[in-house]
């Protein structure tokens, strides 16, 4: 089984930056075959794409946090990131830790990030 704990959440001013971190408890060799991402729910939107990275290191972002945000994984610590700078209101969201390995997918219970202007 594997699970996906988010940690680094919390309230920051506009312009400020959060890290985000997403621990995964699983064997290595099933983190290693595993490709990950962050999404985040806004209040009364649908839970959308933040960012995710290939199994072999590639990196997607949406087009509303590309330069800002940056997604990095490190397997020998079972560990996903999310730096997220230039913060803005907009960003405000339960944010999400997704995990796809083999067919199936997990999901952490995520973590909220608030933004204040």
């Known amino acids: 089984q594997v699970r996906l704990v988010e940690s680094g959440g919390g309230l920051v001013q506009a312009g400020g930056s959060l890290r985000l971190s997403c621990a995964a408890s699983a064997s290595s060799f099933r983190i290693n075959a595993m490709d990950m991402g962050w999404y985040r729910q806004a209040p009364g939107k649908q839970r959308e794409l933040v960012a995710d990275i290939t199994n072999g290191g590639s990196t997607n972002y949406a087009d509303s946090v590309k330069g800002r945000f940056t997604i990095s994984r490190d397997n020998a610590k079972k560990t996903m990131y999310l730096q997220m700078n230039s913060l803005k209101p907009e960003d405000t969201a339960v944010y999400y830790c997704?995990?796809?390995?083999?067919?199936?997918?997990?999901w952490g219970q995520g973590t909220q990030v608030t933004v204040s202007s």
């Open positions: 997704h995990g796809s390995v083999w067919s199936r997918d997990h």
